[in-house]
């Protein structure tokens, strides 16, 4: 079946030369897709027929204009019987290139304009800090394994469809393992790398490089709602005061742990703190962190408390050595220290790297009262009260404070037999 394609030329009397000549323009509907361009004919108003889309006349002049206009179209048509003989649909953007600078089809392939999205984001370091890069790195990885579990090299962008993207999204849950943990990729964990497929399509439709990405096309992401375990003030002081038997790395560990729990610094961002971050103001007469964040550029000014202020003059001498304020470690492999912290301290809830944060806004802020949320989504350095939302969660002590002050006096109550934890 043929693609359905359309040619319309025009006049564009508002862009009129000085000699009274308008410039003809075409338009080309491919598949509902449109667009307009500029064929560098001109043609006299006067007689120009805007229904056939020609000059009248018989001067040669008139049929040199009329030959080119239908040049034009018989290179559209053209295009689309060659493509469809080759099995493939004409597309509005191959449509556009071939007339604007004679180009064919474009033939490059999904990795490559990957890769030089890649490779522009790596040019704007304020924007896209090092982690950014190396999450879209890791992506085009996954993607390139995907290809290979189908028998494929390459994958040519403007042939990359809904279908690819299901498969790629099957791979990740179902095809690839982990190398380091040994098991399957979580729903939430996939989602993050079809979005970052969706933000270097997205860009290639701008760019023109592409007419649609599959995503416009009914492709939805799956979320899954996640439960997160957030530590108690109590389980926090259990980790900090265990001896963890005088191990140094497990130490050095606890130590980015608990300076998350008390800042709720991102990872990321608390991995690249420097000596230059921390300042110390005088009229406040306490230490700051003057940081901008790496997932979304905004500025992020946090006081620091006297148990994240213990833990920076710990490491004073590691932060002259190095530049740094906390030892560097991976996500993994402090992830698997916590493992080994929670059995040393009999903590039976699943802690990891962002456990942390979570307790920030949870346990933290909220143990003497309530405190706005907009003053924890400040301090978290969110963008959006709905983010906060999801980590700041009313903890039981303060239920129990909004329950007192509901009663109006501390209330009598018989305990029973069954208690909660």
């Keep these: ?32 897709r449109k667009t307009e361009l500029f064929t560098y004919h001109f043609a006299d108003p006067k007689k ?12 040669r002049q008139d049929n040199y204009l009329n030959y080119k206009l239908a040049s034009i ?43 030089k999205h890649i490779n522009k984001i790596k ?52 095809e690839y393992v982990n190398p380091t943990l040994q098991r399957k990729m979580q729903r939430n ?10 933000t270097v399509l997205n860009h290639a439709v701008r760019s023109g490089a592409i007419d649609r990405s599959p995503f416009q096309m009914g492709f939805k992401l799956k979320s899954t709602k996640v439960h997160s375990d957030i530590l108690t003030i109590e389980e926090i002081e259990t980790i900090a005061n265990h001896s963890l038997g005088n191990n140094p790395s497990l130490e050095r560990a606890r130590s980015l742990f608990l300076f998350e729990c008390f800042t709720g610094i991102r990872w990321g961002d608390l991995q690249s703190l420097r000596a230059e971050d ?19 550029g905004e500025i992020l000014e946090i006081p620091l408390i006297s148990k994240a202020v213990e833990i920076y003059h710990k490491y004073q001498a590691y932060r002259e050595a190095t530049g740094f304020i906390l030892p560097r470690l991976s996500n993994q ?8 912290i929670c059995e040393l301290t009999n903590i039976t809830k699943k802690v990891t790297s962002h456990t942390g944060r979570r307790s920030f806004a949870t346990t933290i802020l909220q143990q003497e009262g309530e405190i706005d949320i907009a003053i924890i989504s400040k301090l ?10 999801l980590y700041a969660r009313p903890s039981r002590k303060l239920l129990a404070n909004v329950a007192e002050k509901v009663d109006g006096k501390q209330p009598k109550v018989i305990k029973p037999d069954i208690c909660l934890n």
Aim: net charge positive.
């Design 123 to 174: 040019l704007n370091p304020n924007e896209y800090g090092p982690t950014v890069v190396v999450q879209y790195e890791t992506t085009m990885s996954h993607f390139t394994g995907y290809l290979s579990s189908i028998g494929q090299r390459q994958l040519l962008l403007r042939e990359l469809n809904i279908n690819n993207l299901v498969g790629f999204e099957e791979y990740l849950l179902t």
């Design 380 to 389: 978290l350095g969110h963008t959006s009260l709905k983010s906060t939302i």
């Design 73 to 115: 179209e018989t290179k559209v048509y053209e295009l689309r019987d060659s493509m469809e003989k080759k099995g493939k649909r004409l597309s509005i953007v191959d449509v556009r290139s071939m007339l604007k600078d004679g180009s064919k089809p474009n033939d490059m392939t999904f990795l490559e304009f990957f890769k």
């Design 48 to 59: 120009w027929d805007a229904q056939s889309g020609k000059q009248k006349g018989s001067t």
């Design 333 to 340: 492999k402090v992830n698997s220290y916590l493992r080994t």
């Design 189 to 198: 964990t996939a989602n993050k790398y079809l979005s970052r497929i969706r």
């Design 278 to 296: 921390v300042k110390f103001d005088n009229k406040s007469n306490r230490y700051w962190v003057l940081i901008r964040q790496e997932k979304t």
């Design 1 to 32: 079946m043929l693609t359905a394609c359309s040619i319309k030329f025009y006049l564009r009397p508002d862009r009129k030369k000085k000699d009274g000549a308008d410039p003809v323009w075409v338009r080309i509907i491919v598949n509902r």
